[in-house]
């Protein structure tokens, strides 16, 4: 197993902590989307990350199918979220909103740094689902009676959200302050005292792309 992207994605490092709470061995080639991304379109037409290799070759390129792949290689009984019902579809919709937080973050990030701009109106809207999103997330993890946001253990919903936290803090620290949101600041810290998630920590860094 190959796991190419930098852990400063929230992206690749979820996928990164789900195999190492699953136990996996595998190799990893923290490719940039810019630097490394004739590398990266070898594998990915993409050129996105995380982009992943299994072991018989094939190459999956985006997290959510990545850690499909990956439950339905361990089993239902050790997978990071439910098989089916209810608390799938809670999980999934926790999950969703998360990596669309992180999304729209990423956009934020690419419209100072890359464009070198910052269009008021798309700005505006950015931030508006940002904080909408964060809402909704602490509401929701408050009314979570459990350590994780579905009981005893930690699953995919938990880690998605622990992993965009940590980079919107880092990439928009004046878009996300955890005082604003105090249950997900809780949740963050407990999903960065875990040894997977100190395992796979890079401080979030962007270089434009040369001309």
């Known amino acids: 197993m190959i796991l190419i992207g930098q852990y400063d994605s929230p992206f690749v490092r979820r996928v990164a902590v789900a195999l190492r709470l699953y136990g996996f061995d595998y190799e990893h080639r923290p490719w940039s989307v810019f630097g490394d991304a004739e590398k990266i379109a ?14 018989d070759g094939e190459a999956l390129l985006e997290s959510g199918a ?3 792949w990956l439950d339905d290689l361990v089993g239902p009984k050790r997978a990071l979220i ?29 419209e100072r740094v890359i464009h070198q701009r910052g269009t008021p109106v798309w700005v505006e809207r950015c931030r508006t689902q940002i904080a909408g999103v964060l809402d909704a997330l602490e509401a929701d993890r408050k009314a979570s009676s459990g350590p994780w946001w579905f009981g005893d253990r930690i699953g995919h919903a938990d880690i998605a959200v622990g992993c965009v936290l940590r980079f919107v803090g880092e990439a928009l620290p004046e878009v996300y302050a955890p005082g604003g949101w105090p249950a997900l600041a809780a949740h ?24």
């Open 66 to 68: 990545i850690l499909d």
């Open 42 to 55: 070898a594998l990915n037409p993409l050129r996105r990350v995380p982009t992943f290799i299994a072991d």
């Open 188 to 211: 963050a810290v407990a999903c960065e005292a875990l040894p997977e998630f100190r395992a796979v920590v890079q401080p979030f860094h962007v270089t434009p792309p040369k001309d």
């Open 82 to 110: 439910a098989r089916s019902g209810p608390e799938r579809r809670h999980a999934l919709k926790v999950t969703a909103l998360a990596t669309g937080l992180a999304d729209k973050a990423v956009s934020l990030v690419y």
